[in-house]
């Protein structure tokens, strides 16, 4: 089991940038995928993005690739998602999520949830 924390949401303007960070418990942090899912209001939880156990391997959802970037550190047992060029579109709850698979996009393969972080993308 991994308990993990989001921060580094907020509210930034269309064009903008935010860095969000998910923190993990526990000593196999590194065994875990490590992914990030979004979910907006009325909508299904959406994957956006999946890094390996090393951070060897990243795979990203068509609407996000080239303007996020999903990375970890885990001597910190932290992952981040870098975004930029933000849209108003990209408005949503952001979870981090670890996986006992090396990637996957599939919520149901995820073990473990944070409790979310709110941006919101003003146009």
């Known amino acids: 089991q991994v ?3 989001e921060s580094g949401g907020g509210l930034v303007q269309a064009g903008g940038s935010l860095r969000l960070s998910c923190a993990a418990s ?3 942090f ?3 995928g490590m992914g990030w899912f979004r ?9 956006v993005a999946v890094i390996s156990w090393s951070g060897g391997s990243t795979y990203y959802t068509d609407s996000v690739k080239g303007r996020f970037t999903i990375s ?3 001597a910190k047992n932290t992952v ?4 930029n060029s933000l849209k108003p579109e990209d408005t949503a709850v952001y979870y981090c999520a670890a996986t006992r698979y090396s990637s996957a996009v599939v919520p ?3 073990d473990n949830w944070g409790q979310g972080t709110q941006v919101t993308v003003s146009s």
């Open 3 to 5: 308990q993990l924390v």
């Open 72 to 74: 970890r550190d885990n």
């Open 39 to 47: 979910q907006a209001p009325g909508k299904e939880r959406q994957f």
């Open 30 to 32: 590194s065994s875990y």
């Open 26 to 28: 526990g000593r196999t």
């Open 108 to 110: 149901t393969l995820y």
């Open 80 to 83: 981040y998602l870098q975004m």
